[in-house]
């Protein structure tokens, strides 16, 4: 059986080329052809079929290329849904057929992103479990998960730099063919994820108590106690947790989704029988939701390092990084690393100022912000398509920037698609069965009180998220840093105003709509701009830094 290999190209070969027409817009005209087959992203199919040069920002693009399930054969050939979705299969109904409608496109780049919902899907639930089946008993413990996920939620969002890292260098690693390369970066990136658990945990021991002190402020001291329970037991995690995001990370850079996928899914399943024994049959409230969290956090990481272990390498062994190697791990994602933290420190002061109001609008705000959590995840996977496919087409060997428009297009308008059936599903789930959550009838007017900002933020988030991938994808890195920053000062502004005002949960949630939309606008006029990475000649401001292995 003849395989398709996937190489990179010789060192020689230029980087750059300038594309043989002059694009068109964003949205081009029928001529050439609108709808090409499949995400036919390629003409030239015979000299480029075992010739694809991957780079991009998280290289989750060959997540789905070892399941069986979705990779077909075809006269010998083992084809990848990223071939065909770059169209480079020589033949077939993939890449040479035009006129064909852009549904086609529109179902590739599903069946490429659709199984990695799952790896994104698995850690808001937990805290939605939680949310439910303590919303069942106590509403005190309801308003109290408020700042404790906050704490233990969103602050974990501040390490997402070490996935980063670890995909970027396992990936670069593995095109060498060096195993004990890739070992090596395993190795450190364990050590750096082990060290910053050990220091998070140790923060939460000391200073967790303070912490939520200052959020909740003085009118709501009262949930104090039981937010500092659920926090000090969630925080014994940490070290797994940190850890199992390195080992999650170096499986995804080695084209295994589905090893991931199972541990997550067998920690869902403890967390919500724990949830349900420990709250509903035993009395343990807050605490037992805690412990049966912080549990299935301990058993994914282990399972995701014994994934590693399966694959022939040492997830047990630790090496101590040098400052250099140091370095490197933090410059691949200081970018990202500022986009996290604004989005982390305005959804924390969202919260903070939704405390403020008082005990019932806590626990509301509460249940609608873990459903909001909930729902945008499944946009997640779109932006990591964007990142996967764009660079080959705005600098790669084979730069089309035309049918670089062509694909945003597609992902925008599954996005859009998207954006609006999680805004009805997620409006409806609150709205229509409120008592899921909480059977308290103050709690349930003020979430019904924030129905039309809930909806109007979440259906933009799924296309904002196409864009932001896009603009990671063709490396505008500066732009993505400066533009989240902005966006968070000024809705940060905005909620301080609301919130002076008197306007309570409602005018909370009408910031966060302004924060979702205004990243949506200045995203798209990026992109839209005759200067942008889409519709600029000049692809050297964009230049694609190269991944230096230690």
Same mark, same amino acid.
């Given at each position: 059986m003849q395989l398709k290999t996937l190489i990179a190209r010789p060192s020689h070969t230029p980087l750059f080329q300038n594309p043989t027409q002059r694009p068109l817009s964003l949205f081009p005209r029928f001529h050439p052809p609108f709808f090409p087959s499949n995400l036919s992203l390629s003409s030239t199919l015979k000299s480029r079929r075992n010739r694809i040069t991957t780079a991009c920002i998280n290289p989750s693009e060959e997540l789905i290329d070892n399941d069986?399930?979705?990779?077909?054969?075809?006269?010998g050939d083992i084809v990848s849904v990223s071939e065909k979705l770059l169209g480079v299969v020589e033949g077939g109904e993939s890449g040479s057929e035009e006129g064909q409608s852009i549904w086609n496109q529109m179902v590739e780049i599903v069946k490429f992103s659709g199984p990695a919902t799952g790896l994104w899907i698995c850690g808001p639930l937990m805290s939605l479990i939680d949310t439910v089946v303590i919303g069942q008993g106590s509403s005190i413990e309801l308003a109290a998960l408020g700042p404790a996920t906050v704490l233990c939620d969103n602050l974990s969002y501040v390490f997402m730099f070490l996935s980063i890292a670890t995909s970027n260098m396992v990936a670069t690693s593995l095109a060498r063919k060096d195993k004990n390369e890739v070992q090596h970066h395993i190795s450190n990136l364990l050590f750096i994820g082990l060290t910053c658990g050990c220091l998070m945990l140790l923060f939460t021991k000391f200073f967790g108590s303070w912490a939520l002190t200052a959020f909740t402020g003085p009118k709501n001291a009262h949930v104090v106690p039981a937010a500092n329970t659920y926090v000090q037991i969630r925080g014994l995690a940490w070290p797994a947790i940190l850890i199992g995001w390195v080992a999650q990370s170096a499986s995804l850079g080695m084209k295994d989704s589905w090893g991931p996928l199972k541990a997550l899914a067998v920690a869902s399943v403890v967390n919500g029988i724990g949830d349900i024994v420990l709250c509903s049959f035993l009395g343990y409230g807050i605490a037992g939701a805690a412990w049966?969290?912080?549990?299935?956090?301990?058993?994914?990481?282990?399972?995701?390092?014994?994934?590693?272990?399966?694959k022939g390498y040492n997830a047990f062994a630790i090496s101590v990084p040098s400052p250099h190697e140091l370095l490197t791990v933090f410059g691949l994602a200081a970018p990202v690393f500022v986009t996290m933290m604004s989005k982390v420190a305005f959804f924390s002061l969202l919260t903070y100022f939704a405390t403020s109001v008082g005990t019932h609008t806590m626990a509301a705000h509460q249940v609608m912000v873990q459903t909001f959590l909930t729902c945008t995840v499944w946009g997640e996977p779109l932006s990591q398509t964007a990142q996967s496919f764009m660079p080959e087409l705005i600098y790669g060997a084979r730069r089309n920037l035309e049918k670089a428009q062509m694909l945003l297009k597609s992902l925008v308008i599954i996005g859009a698609i998207l954006g609006l059936l999680l805004g009805i599903v997620g409006t409806c789930v609150p709205w229509l069965f409120p008592k899921i959550y909480t059977h308290d009838q103050n709690v349930i007017q003020e979430m019904h009180k924030v129905l039309i900002p809930f909806f109007l933020a979440l259906a933009i988030t799924p296309p904002t998220l196409c864009l932001e991938g896009t603009l990671l994808a063709g490396r505008d890195l500066k732009f993505?840093?400066? @533009?989240?920053?902005?966006?968070?000062?000024? &809705?940060?502004?905005? $909620?301080?105003?609301?919130? @002076?005002?008197?306007?309570?949960?409602?005018? &909370?949630?009408?910031? $966060?709509?302004?924060?979702?939309?205004?990243?949506?606008?200045?995203?798209l006029r990026r992109l839209l701009s005759p200067n942008g990475i889409l519709d600029s000649d000049d692809s050297s401001q964009y230049n694609l830094e190269k991944l230096k292995a230690t």
């Open positions: 069986p399930k979705i990779s077909g054969e075809s006269d049966a969290t912080m549990a299935s956090q301990v058993i994914a990481g282990y399972m995701m390092l014994e994934t590693l272990n399966k993505i840093s400066l @533009s989240m920053s902005g966006c968070f000062s000024f &809705c940060a502004l905005l $909620l301080l105003l609301v919130n @002076s005002r008197g306007y309570g949960l409602p005018g &909370c949630w009408f910031g $966060l709509v302004a924060f979702q939309w205004a990243r949506f606008f200045l995203s």
